[in-house]
């Protein structure tokens, strides 16, 4: 929706890696130079860790640009908690092969195998393992032992680990991985934007689509953006998406500080929200704990998101209709305060009864717009999950 209100060519947050708006931070640039130089030895293990949202993927999926397919036969595995047997078959899965049954040594052979064609067609191989820090250390220990295939003096498979801090703690602490530390050739860890890359980072991204100052942005608001995510490139993006999407609901020409407290806030409640299993009806105005809603708490899934079209949104209108019925209660009341004032009749009313009629048109104006603020919200909250929700699946947006 808010790339057609600002008219640009794509969304530029989206939270899937996508190499064409990859951005090179001056950590990302010492992790590209660390891949190069670990990839020209052809041999062991590099390893990236960074928090969640760092950029880990989109890095990879970079590097997967610039690498010749005529040189380099690259298979990626995204791991859940795998042991030794398992990360095995998904290892041949991962460079097509077909094993039968769940023999380890025949999917072992047929690896090596592989490994073997394709070092004497000219090519070398590299399996990108994201999601380190959930495998199993027999895993680990598997993928050591795959290192160990050999054309000769030729090593046949290097691996490249991607994973979250705890892994890097993981490689550097425990004594079962000796033998594999000793084969690490590069490691790095990717660390968050600072205040002046976030701001070059939205830029980056916005002038990818088309953007060419519509919208604009206050002073400080980058700053605050910073400040809200943490420089977590995910974070940013989905704080961005919101913002934007805030922006076009509202048909703002710029966006504002403000406009970004409001949707922390937002996003906070929703976390909030789905903590608890609560009614939408509980928001909450305070940020998470630094600064906005966990990511966990943000990245829905699409059956999540339909969840939230069918259930969350028909809780928020039910409690519009009560609050449509709340209003018109007070303005039942408002119009009694106002007969109070004038009487009914030519009777003159003494000062006290004329300043409690006051008394009661103030509480009944300062009841309606109170109401009258929280229907607003609610309308605008519902709104932006809808959208989001039809956005999510190309199929949905004709709808």
Not at 125 to 154: I, K
Not at 292 to 313: F, I, K, L, N, W
Request: glycine share 10%; charged share 20%.
């Amino acid at each position: 929706m808010y790339e057609n209100f600002y008219g640009f060519a794509g969304r530029p947050f989206q939270l899937t890696p996508d190499p064409q708006f990859y951005f090179e931070s001056v950590s990302h640039k010492k992790a590209m130079s660390y891949l190069g130089y670990g990839l020209g030895q052809g041999e062991g293990f590099i390893v990236i860790t960074g928090e969640v949202g760092a950029g880990k993927s989109t890095l990879v999926a970079h590097l997967m640009e610039r690498i010749d397919p005529a040189a380099l036969t690259a298979a990626q595995v995204v791991t859940s908690a795998l042991d030794g047997a398992e990360i095995v078959h998904v290892v041949a899965q991962a460079f097509g092969l077909q094993v039968e049954g769940h023999d380890k040594a025949g999917a072992l052979g047929a690896i090596e195998r592989f490994l073997q064609d394709e070092a004497r067609a000219g090519r070398r191989c590299l399996l990108v393992v994201d999601e380190c820090q959930n495998l199993d250390l027999t895993a680990l220990e598997e993928l050591r032992m795959l290192s160990n295939f050999q054309l000769g003096a030729h090593p046949l498979l290097q691996s490249l680990l991607l994973g979250q801090p705890e892994f890097r703690a993981t490689l550097a602490q425990h004594p079962g991985l000796e033998q594999l530390r000793q084969r690490i050739i590069a490691s790095h860890h990717l660390e968050a934007l600072d205040a002046g890359e976030v701001e070059n980072y939205v830029t980056h991204r916005l002038s990818h689509v088309g953007w060419n100052g519509h919208p604009g942005f206050e002073p400080g608001l980058l700053d605050a953006l910073y400040e809200q995510t943490g420089g977590i490139p995910r974070r940013v993006n989905q704080v961005m998406n919101r913002l934007l999407l805030l922006g076009a609901i509202e048909a703002r020409e710029v966006l504002s500080v403000a406009m970004l407290g409001d949707v922390i806030a937002e996003m906070a409640a929703d976390q909030n929200r789905g903590a608890r299993g609560g009614s939408p009806s509980h928001r909450s105005a305070t940020p998470a704990p630094g600064g906005m809603a966990a990511p966990g708490g943000v990245e829905r899934s699409a059956g999540h998101q339909a969840g939230v079209a069918a259930t969350e949104v028909a809780a928020l209108l039910a409690e519009r209709d009560s609050r449509t019925a709340e209003l018109e209660a007070a303005i039942s009341e408002l119009q009694a305060a106002g007969n109070a004032g004038q009487g009914g009749n030519d009777d003159t009313y003494s000062a006290e009864q004329v300043r409690i009629a006051e008394a009661r048109l103030a509480a009944a104006l300062e009841r309606i717009e109170a109401r009258l603020e929280e229907q607003e919200q609610s309308f605008r909250h519902v709104l932006t999950m809808l959208i989001e929700w039809l956005e999510e699946d190309p199929s949905r947006r004709a709808a």
